[in-house]
């Protein structure tokens, strides 16, 4: 097996904002206990910075394929990145301008990408949205928008979490492995769809909409039990995550 997981609704639950977020501390040190029993095929895959998922998982370092894929590090090394878009400080400055002038939505600056969050102003999500469906379309194709759960991101469009774990599937550590991806978001559904081609294991945390994914799990606090409970046990199997 080869484990890839999602950060933000899956390893810790969903914050008010994105710095507010906290990661059980007992996580690290299991993922690394299971990254040891895989072989070294355990990769984190999010639309967070690399820089950031260090900061939340030191002392440990993992594979990571962060902003979407559009960064993508093995074996301590960056090893796919994509370059920031043009015209992206611009947009980035008319979407901080739209937070200034409104309470409680949030800029995220991300350099190679940018996301505007009204998780804190449910009420601004139209505006919000057609504010980055016009800095996209400003942007033109090397752009596109992902939109997730009260957040919408530009992105690099040859950037998806999908191509991100087919790219880690292809090198040694992975290959020849099953997948399985565990995610949360609207952000994960290609990559649920590249694990299915696969014939791997998609599993989407939460029950409120459809997905592509095959398996669910109730909560984050749920996949941190399964976690736990095999770090401790010295085994994770993809039974692991879908027995009764």
Do not use: C
């Not at 710095?19 to 355990?42: F, Q, S, Y």
């Amino acid at each position: 097996m080869a484990l890839f997981l999602d950060f933000d609704g899956t390893l810790v639950e969903i914050a008010p904002s994105p710095e507010d977020v906290r990661l059980d501390r007992r996580v690290a040190p299991a993922l690394e206990a299971l990254r040891t029993g895989l072989g070294g095929a355990l990769a984190l895959v999010s639309g967070r910075p690399i820089a950031f998922l260090d900061e939340m998982l030191t002392p440990h370092s993992f594979d990571i394929a962060g902003l979407h894929g559009a960064q993508i590090r093995v074996d301590g090394e960056i090893r796919s990145q994509s370059d920031a878009p043009e015209n992206m400080r611009e947009a980035l400055r008319d979407l901080v301008r739209f937070a200034n002038s409104h309470v409680g939505i949030i800029v995220e600056d991300k350099r190679i990408s940018a996301a505007l969050h009204w998780r804190l102003a449910p009420e601004l999500k139209d505006e919000a949205l057609d504010l980055m469906r016009q800095a996209a379309a400003k942007l033109g194709p090397g752009v596109r928008l992902q939109e997730g759960k009260s957040v919408a991101e530009l992105v690099p469009a040859s950037a998806s979490k999908g191509s991100a774990i087919a790219w880690l599937m292809a090198t040694p550590t992975y290959a020849g492995r099953r997948p399985v991806f565990i995610g949360d978001d609207i952000t994960d559904e290609d990559g649920f769809e590249a694990v299915n081609a696969m014939g791997g294991l998609s599993i989407r945390i939460g029950e409120d909409r459809e997905s592509h994914a095959l398996h669910r799990l109730a909560s984050p606090t749920a996949l941190r039990h399964i976690l736990l409970e095999a770090a401790e046990g010295g085994s994770l199997t993809a039974s692991s995550f879908t027995r009764d």
